[in-house]
Every structure is written in structure tokens, then in C-alpha cells.
Nanobody, 122 residues
Framework: VHLVESGGGLVQAGGPLRLSCAAS????????LGWFRQGPGIDDEFVAT????????DYADSVKGRFTISRDNDKNTMYLQMDSLKSEDTAVYYC????????????????WGQGSQVTVSS
């Protein structure tokens, strides 16, 4: 499966931003999807993950209550709605896919997008 992120950019602290991850290739709903990020002092940090049906989600403690992961299987697209952004959310955000069960370990994901830069100014 091929993944392409979009929607990154520059935003002020406290503001919102929505990332999208469009997929092509095999049956989209077969895949567990996740968001990870890399930034200053951050290496492959788990952000959120969602099951194939969208019925199960999991979040890192650092984003819980501020970020929302969702997916539209008819559009082969996953989203990350980010609210109340903080400067420490500045990072390159990657979407990833795997088959099987929900996990939060980057090395368990087989397919990755190219990344989308999110910069939060304070």
C-alpha cells in the first residue's frame, strides 16, 4: 500500500491543524493505520493508531484529549485532527500501515508515507 500525507504547515500555538493520509493499493480497510512523528529530541514517537473498521483507537498520553484519529474507508483516507497545538508538537508526522492488530511500535509497521512537517510557533 502506498501512503501520502498532506495538510502540514505552520500554525500558532493553541491552534488546530488536520493531517490527511491517502492510501492506494490494496484493500484499505484491511490495514491498521498509525501516526508517528520525528522532531527535535523525538525519534519515531507514537502518536495514534486506528483499527481497520475505525472502531478502536489508541493515543499517546502526550496527545490524548487534543488529537483525534479517524478514517474514511470509502475514500481510502485517514485523518489526524490536532487541536490545542503546543510548540512541542513540532515534528515531521508520518502515517504508517500494517496488517494484524493495533500496536504502537514503529518497527511493526510495514508501509510508511514520506512525512509532513508540522511547525507550531509559540
Amino acid at each position: 500500500v502506498h501512503l501520502v500525507e498532506s495538510g502540514g504547515g505552520l500554525v500558532q500555538a493553541g491552534g488546530p491543524l488536520r493531517l490527511s493520509c491517502a492510501a492506494s493499493g490494496r484493500t484499505f480497510s484491511n490495514y491498521i493505520l498509525g501516526w508517528f512523528r520525528q522532531g527535535p529530541g523525538i525519534d519515531d514517537e507514537f502518536v495514534a493508531t486506528i483499527s481497520g473498521s475505525g472502531g478502536t483507537t489508541d493515543y499517546a498520553d502526550s496527545v490524548k484529549g487534543r488529537f483525534t484519529i479517524s478514517r474514511d474507508n470509502d475514500k481510502n483516507t485517514m485523518y489526524l485532527q490536532m487541536d490545542s497545538l503546543k510548540s512541542e508538537d513540532t515534528a515531521v508526522y508520518y502515517c504508517a500501515a500494517r496488517e494484524g492488530t493495533i500496536v504502537d511500535t514503529p518497527r511493526e509497521y510495514n508501509f510508511w508515507g514520506q512525512g509532513s512537517q508540522v511547525t507550531v510557533s509559540s
